[in-house]
């Protein structure tokens, strides 16, 4: 929650690791700080268009980490609307 607002810089830079699974968590976590992470909003756009597929326990699913960047920046700013503007 609001709290871990202090974690933020560390987890932007953990958001753009070369280990999925480590940028989909960071990116949860930011997500779920929510309003208080919105220094990090920048860094989450540019991962709109990362096709990487979220590494799941059972191996079922296909969520991108664009699709988990967009899910956090849903929780971070409810009312503004991610658009990623690289093609």
Do not use: F, H, Q
Not at 15 to 22: D, G, L, R
Not at 41 to 46: F, G, P, Q, R, V
Not at 65 to 73: P, R
């Amino acid at each position: 929650g609001p709290a871990a607002k202090d974690s933020v810089a560390t987890l932007m830079k953990l958001a753009v690791e070369k280990n999925v699974a480590v940028r989909c968590m960071a990116i949860d976590a930011l997500g779920n700080i929510g309003p208080a992470a919105k220094p990090a909003w920048d860094t989450l756009t540019k991962l709109l268009s990362d096709k990487a597929i979220r590494p799941t326990m059972g191996g079922e699913g296909r969520t991108t980490v664009g699709d988990v960047a967009k899910a956090a920046m849903a929780k971070i700013d409810p009312n503004a609307k991610p658009t990623n503007t690289k093609k």
